[in-house]
């Protein structure tokens, strides 16, 4: 079991250099019994280790133990910020103030996730790297040029991560603009709660305050309709495991061959408000999923099959992590009747997710030996 810390403290190691020879950092924020390793490559998160009911941490991220898994695996996008715009713009372009704009297409006849060198392929700089008695704090800093994979403007963009003594791990996204643009950013952090490389996730309970989402034709493209998840494989609503009806015989589901769905967060107000609860039955941990953002992006980890080899040195197959990625919906630039990405020189873009890890209390001893006896995954 790897030690905890009683101060909150930082550590910063090299962490390889980019094929054209960038040097990349990893940065480790250690704050009492949770610890997240951060990488300059993409600002992802590239490891994050919890404890379960009985103390024992385990990595809970998806993620590879040298930057050449990154590099050469990118389109995965573990742990990473993905940006300028996150998720799916359809047919690679859009039209703001009557100007066509056409970006670098990589899904196919569509734009993913910023193109195919998005943020996630970026080196960001560390620009803060602070501690205090309750917490340890890092903020990376990207500006993307004019025309960067198509994007109109310049765009300074900030994100903090902040691990506090409440074992939350905070995002904060900020994010200006010489002239106007659009921007969508999320973090793509894949999560496994009995522990990366443990096996599938389709036991974890998930629910979702969300009545709605926007249902997406063959090539995951939103259709622009907003419909109710009520009588649906997609109502998340009441704790419900995330394998139980994957399966279902139902053309949403058909389509992304499980979960990869934006859902409509019943939220209001300005502050991060409680979007959703991951509970793992298994190794008794749970994760809280708390925005200010208005849609929340469900993937079952689909696309992942056994080619793979995570930190731990096993592979991830399919639906072997998830993702709860908070956003604005995907294509919202081709939506008027989506929540608005556009940002202009006078507007400042601000963000922010938390991420609370927990236990679940109520699981005794004799329950965990029970699950882990029962539920899948890998010697």
Not at 302 to 322: A, C, I, K, Q
Not at 333 to 344: D, I
Request: proline share 6%; aromatic share 8%.
């Amino acid at each position: 079991m790897r030690p905890t810390t009683s101060t909150p403290s930082i550590a910063r190691e090299p962490f390889g250099s980019t094929p054209d020879d960038v040097p990349v950092e990893r940065l480790t924020l250690a704050v009492s019994d949770v610890e997240v390793s951060l990488i300059t490559y993409g600002a992802a998160v590239q490891q994050l280790w919890a404890p379960d009911p009985g103390g024992q941490r385990a990595n809970i991220a998806l993620g590879f133990a040298s930057l050449q898994g990154y590099v050469a695996n990118g389109g995965h996008y573990f742990g990473a910020v993905v940006g300028r715009c996150a998720n799916r713009i359809a047919r690679g372009g859009f039209t703001l103030d009557g100007d066509r704009h056409q970006l670098v297409r990589n899904d196919g006849d569509h734009s993913l996730h910023g193109g195919p060198r998005g943020f996630d392929r970026r080196v960001w700089r560390v620009t803060a790297a602070t501690t205090d008695s309750h917490r340890a704090r890092v903020v990376f800093s990207y500006t993307s040029a004019d025309g960067e994979m198509g994007y109109p403007a310049e765009l300074a963009v900030e994100v903090a991560y902040t691990l506090g003594e409440d074992r939350s791990l905070r995002i904060d996204y900020r994010a200006t603009t010489d002239r106007p643009t659009i921007v969508n950013l999320t973090n793509h952090a894949l999560w496994n709660l009995s522990g990366e490389g443990a096996g599938t996730i389709e036991d974890h309970v998930l629910t979702l305050r969300a009545g709605s989402y926007t249902p997406v034709d063959g090539a995951l493209i939103p259709t622009g309709d907003v419909v109710p998840v009520a009588g649906t494989p997609l109502d998340f609503r009441v704790p419900t495991a995330i394998g139980g009806r994957i399966r279902d015989v139902f053309e949403q589901i058909a389509l992304a061959r499980g979960y990869d769905h934006n859902y409509v967060l019943d939220r209001t107000g300005a502050s991060p408000a409680l979007a959703a609860l991951l509970e793992d039955p298994r190794s008794g941990r749970n994760l809280e999923v708390h925005t200010t953002e208005p849609g929340l992006q469900l993937y079952s980890g689909n696309f992942l099959d056994g080619t793979l080899t995570g930190t731990s040195g096993r592979t991830y197959g399919r639906h072997e992590g998830v993702a709860l990625e908070t956003q604005h919906y995907p294509d919202s630039p081709n939506r008027k009747n989506f929540p608005s990405t556009v940002l202009r020189p006078d507007d400042v873009f601000e963000s922010s997710t938390i991420l609370r890890f927990g236990v679940s209390s109520s699981l005794r001893a004799a329950d965990r030996s029970s699950a882990d006896s029962g539920a899948p995954g890998r010697a």
